[in-house]
């Protein structure tokens, strides 16, 4: 069966279940037992059989459910794929209506990014963590309480994925977890102990990140992680530290096959890298079926996976890259595509007074802001800093550039994540005239001219660039805009030197220590300011290993009050994350990752 006629058909079953299919029955009307033989496709056994090529889906339900009870029939994971000698099971044309009449939708994405790979412990595209959120299963996940708006809200605490249960000792050290023995790989295979031990052993050791992440658990060896037996596995880490269950709950900690990396390894490549960057065996609840990259992925639902086929609330969903906004919004307001992503903020009101649509805006901890590289005179100044940020026109930036979608925010530990304070924060209102005083003072009673920096496919920080230059404009500082392609903007600031520019950051973690580790602390890569504390330094120290709520509240209230006085950074917007879908599409949860999840995405 042809790809592009796969993805084509699977809309049409949706939207038109088995119309006309009991008229155009073959005389056969009882369910067939078939030994598929070279040459079959599942599409062309529906068109003889039951008379109608996209009825083929029920000849998917009905074999993937005698399958439960007979494991001599075939499991279809791939429509695509079926091997002759496979056992299928047709439905009578009857029952073969209703299977698909009371099929879960499928729901197609519009997204403004391609999937790059899917090797999970790299880095990656936007539309790629999308994916690997959906292909690999942590051993726990946070838990999700209904929001205001009807969406799915993630909270600081966790529960058991694949593993059914955990304990943490008393000390905060020894994390014990109990593996669902039912737990399995897309191919079949249990998912065990020994799997997470590899995953662990894998990031640590492994190509990739991940390593970059385990210090912040006190992991400081892959020794610290054991598997006592197949399904109990026991992380002793060197001290107490509060973001352990954090992040062994990111995507990236999903179970990762040992024998299907084992059977992919090469002498180069000894992690199967390679192999996982277009492949997954999942553990999670998707596996990629269709890989048209640049165009479209199709995720059907793993038929192995630990929660069973109730859990879904769609049959799949198909990844639709589109790059263009405007394309997004029309293929949203005709009903070509159920949910949309990267819709620009300028046009959300429009967008949201077609009362086919809705517009979910979830408040995140996303924090963008004005850069000042201590590097780069005349912003080692603490006074020239606190000028600038006196004069940036603020709220204009948040009307007209994310128009009221989110937050103003007021301190690097944005509101919505644990030890936030505004009690520092003293810019609220543009006060030109103590800027003027403070930039006199520091030599520059005349201004100065300096260039602000930006990735030209951002329009909004573009946007926010135009109102900070005239803010600026009226205390003396003349901005230039300097709008560079994206690639080119992340070599500038990767080089550290960049003095002046708009750039964002958001922690998975949603943890203050972990915010201020990275972009705060002395020598830390993303921190492009090249601000350095040592007092600020022991606080993010004593804070990331700390369990105590009360002492982690106080460490960060002293965090905010030294970088508030320091304003190496000035506080721009905190967006909301948009998700903009059909009227009739439930089921938006979000973790701390920003990803879609897309089992819970069904119709009303």
Same mark, same amino acid.
């Given at each position: 069966?042809?790809?592009?006629?796969?993805?084509?058909?699977?809309?049409?079953?949706?939207?038109?279940?088995?119309?006309?299919?009991?008229?155009?029955?073959?005389?056969?009307?009882?369910?067939?037992?078939?030994?598929?033989?070279? @040459?079959?496709?599942?599409?062309?056994?529906?068109?003889?059989?039951?008379?109608?090529?996209?009825?083929?889906?029920?000849?998917?339900?009905?074999?993937?459910?005698?399958?439960?009870?007979?494991?001599?029939?075939?499991?279809?994971?791939?429509?695509?794929?079926?091997?002759?000698?496979?056992?299928?099971?047709?439905?009578?044309?009857?029952? /073969?209506?209703?299977?698909?009449?009371?099929?879960?939708?499928?729901?197609?994405?519009?997204?403004?990014?391609?999937?790059?790979?899917?090797?999970?412990?790299?880095?990656?595209?936007?539309?790629?963590?999308?994916?690997?959120?959906?292909?690999?299963?942590?051993?726990?996940?946070?838990?999700?309480?209904?929001?205001?708006?009807?969406?799915?809200?993630?909270?600081?605490?966790?529960?058991?994925? &694949?593993?059914?249960?955990? =304990?943490?000792?008393?000390?905060?050290?020894?994390?014990?977890?109990?593996?669902?023995?039912?737990?399995?790989?897309?191919?079949?295979?249990?998912?065990?102990?020994?799997?997470?031990?590899?995953?662990?052993?894998?990031? +640590?050791?492994?190509?990739?990140?991940?390593?970059?992440?385990?210090?912040? +658990?006190?992991?400081?060896?892959?020794?610290?992680?054991?598997?006592?037996?197949?399904?109990?596995?026991?992380?002793?880490?060197?001290?107490?530290?509060?973001?352990?269950?954090?992040?062994?709950?990111?995507? &990236?900690?999903?179970? &990762?096959?040992?024998?299907?990396?084992?059977?992919?390894?090469?002498?180069?490549?000894?992690?199967?890298?390679?192999?996982?960057?277009?492949?997954?065996? $999942?553990?999670?609840?998707? &596996?990629?079926?269709?890989?048209?990259?640049?165009?479209?992925?199709?995720?059907?639902?793993?038929?192995?996976?630990?929660?069973?086929?109730?859990?879904?609330?769609?049959?799949?969903?198909?990844?639709?890259?589109?790059?263009?906004?405007?394309?997004?919004?029309? *293929?949203?307001?005709?009903?070509?595509?159920?949910?949309?992503?990267?819709?620009? !903020? $300028? @046009?959300?009101?429009?967008?949201?007074?077609?009362?086919?649509?809705?517009?979910?805006?979830?408040?995140?901890?996303?924090?963008?802001?004005?850069?000042?590289?201590?590097?780069?005179?005349?912003?080692?100044?603490?006074?020239?800093?606190?000028?600038?940020?006196?004069?940036?026109?603020?709220?204009?930036?948040?009307?007209?550039?994310?128009?009221?979608?989110? *937050?103003?925010?007021?301190?690097?530990?944005? =509101?919505?994540?644990?030890?936030?304070?505004?009690?520092?924060?003293?810019?609220?209102?543009?006060?030109?005239?103590?800027?003027? /005083?403070?930039?006199?003072?520091?030599?520059?009673?005349?201004?100065?001219?300096?260039?602000?920096?930006?990735?030209?496919?951002?329009?909004?920080?573009?946007?926010?660039?135009?109102?900070?230059?005239?803010?600026?404009?009226?205390?003396?500082? @003349?901005?230039?805009?300097?709008?560079?392609?994206?690639?080119?903007?992340?070599?500038?600031?990767?080089?550290?030197?960049?003095?002046?520019?708009?750039?964002?950051?958001?922690?998975?973690?949603? @943890?203050?220590?972990?915010?201020?580790?990275?972009?705060?602390?002395?020598? $830390? !890569?993303?921190? !492009?300011?090249?601000?350095?504390?040592?007092?600020?330094?022991?606080?993010?120290?004593?804070?990331?290993?700390?369990?105590?709520?009360? =002492?982690?509240?106080?460490?960060?209230?002293?965090?905010?009050?030294?970088?508030?006085?320091?304003?190496?950074?000035?506080?721009?917007?905190?967006?909301?994350?948009?998700?903009?879908?059909? $009227?009739?599409?439930?089921?938006?949860?979000?973790?701390?990752?920003?990803?879609?999840?897309?089992?819970?995405?069904?119709?009303?």
């Amino acid at each position: 069966m042809k790809r592009r006629i796969f993805l084509t058909l699977a809309l049409i079953v949706t939207l038109l279940p088995m119309a006309g299919l009991a008229n155009a029955a073959p005389p056969a009307q009882e369910e067939v037992t078939y030994t598929v033989q070279k @040459d079959d496709n599942l599409w062309l056994l529906a068109e003889k059989y039951l008379g109608s090529g996209p009825a083929y889906r029920a000849i998917v339900m009905a074999t993937n459910a005698k399958h439960e009870e007979d494991e001599t029939f075939a499991q279809i994971v791939n429509p695509n794929i079926i091997q002759p000698g496979w056992k299928v099971l047709i439905p009578a044309p009857a029952e /073969a209506e209703e299977l698909v009449a009371a099929a879960k939708p499928t729901i197609v994405l519009a997204m403004d990014t391609d999937i790059d790979h899917i090797e999970v412990m790299q880095f990656r595209s936007l539309g790629a963590y999308d994916a690997t959120a959906n292909l690999y299963e942590p051993l726990i996940a946070q838990v999700l309480v209904p929001g205001e708006e009807g969406e799915f809200i993630g909270l600081n605490e966790f529960e058991g994925a &694949v593993a059914e249960s955990f =304990e943490v000792s008393d000390d905060g050290t020894v994390f014990t977890f109990h593996l669902r023995k039912d737990a399995k790989f897309a191919d079949g295979t249990p998912i065990t102990a020994h799997d997470y031990k590899y995953t662990f052993d894998r990031a +640590m050791m492994g190509p990739g990140y991940i390593a970059l992440l385990t210090p912040f +658990m006190a992991l400081d060896s892959p020794d610290m992680v054991e598997a006592l037996d197949d399904y109990t596995l026991q992380v002793t880490t060197s001290r107490p530290a509060a973001l352990t269950e954090t992040i062994i709950a990111f995507q &990236v900690f999903g179970a &990762v096959s040992k024998a299907t990396a084992d059977a992919h390894a090469t002498d180069d490549d000894p992690w199967a890298d390679e192999w996982h960057h277009t492949n997954s065996n $999942s553990s999670g609840p998707y &596996v990629i079926t269709e890989w048209k990259s640049g165009t479209e992925y199709f995720f059907s639902p793993n038929p192995n996976y630990w929660r069973g086929p109730d859990w879904f609330q769609n049959s799949g969903v198909v990844f639709r890259v589109v790059p263009d906004a405007a394309t997004r919004e029309q *293929l949203l307001r005709a009903g070509d595509v159920d949910v949309a992503l990267g819709i620009p !903020f $300028s @046009d959300l009101d429009n967008l949201a007074a077609d009362p086919n649509i809705t517009i979910h805006a979830i408040p995140t901890t996303r924090l963008y802001h004005l850069g000042m590289n201590l590097n780069s005179p005349p912003f080692d100044d603490k006074r020239v800093r606190q000028a600038i940020s006196m004069a940036v026109p603020y709220k204009a930036i948040f009307e007209n550039v994310v128009y009221g979608y989110g *937050l103003l925010p007021t301190s690097p530990i944005p =509101e919505g994540m644990e030890g936030h304070t505004d009690e520092f924060y003293t810019y609220e209102e543009v006060n030109l005239d103590d800027a003027r /005083a403070l930039l006199a003072d520091a030599g520059y009673p005349d201004g100065f001219a300096v260039e602000v920096t930006v990735p030209q496919e951002d329009q909004t920080r573009v946007d926010a660039a135009t109102w900070v230059q005239a803010g600026l404009a009226e205390i003396g500082i @003349d901005v230039t805009i300097n709008a560079v392609p994206t690639a080119e903007f992340s070599g500038l600031i990767n080089s550290h030197e960049l003095p002046f520019f708009i750039q964002e950051w958001y922690s998975w973690g949603n @943890d203050p220590f972990y915010q201020l580790t990275w972009n705060f602390k002395c020598g $830390s !890569f993303p921190n !492009f300011v090249n601000y350095c504390n040592e007092e600020l330094d022991q606080i993010i120290e004593d804070g990331t290993f700390s369990r105590d709520p009360e =002492e982690r509240a106080q460490l960060a209230s002293r965090a905010q009050e030294i970088l508030a006085d320091a304003a190496v950074w000035a506080y721009l917007y905190q967006p909301a994350w948009i998700v903009a879908t059909r $009227s009739d599409v439930a089921g938006i949860a979000l973790y701390h990752d920003l990803t879609l999840r897309y089992a819970f995405l069904g119709k009303q």
